[in-house]
């Protein structure tokens, strides 16, 4: 039995072991995006190339965190410096 597939505005980002995986939603009839997490600060560079592919020339709208801990608010900054995203924690 084969694994369901993700809608098409879904996006996971699968990150190796002592990372966190990102979502990238985009909503294609309004160009609204929205990443769920932001990876280590380390990796930051590696978040805004897998994230500016995936968005394909469109604005980064959003920026939501689930929580404070390093793995997951730590390409804030550089997301922030690149698209200026509205961040939500």
Do not use: K
Not at 52 to 78: F, K, M, Q
């Amino acid at each position: 039995m084969s694994a369901p597939s993700l809608p098409a505005t879904m996006r996971v980002f699968e990150r190796g072991w002592l990372s966190a995986n990102n979502v990238l939603f985009v909503d294609d009839g309004t160009q609204d995006t929205t990443l769920v997490d932001t990876g280590y600060v380390a990796h930051a560079a590696q978040t805004v190339a897998l994230v500016e592919a995936a968005l394909d020339g469109r604005p980064l709208r959003r920026v939501i965190n689930t929580h404070l801990h390093s793995d997951h608010c730590g390409g804030n900054a550089a997301l922030q410096q690149r698209w200026q995203p509205r961040t939500a924690i």
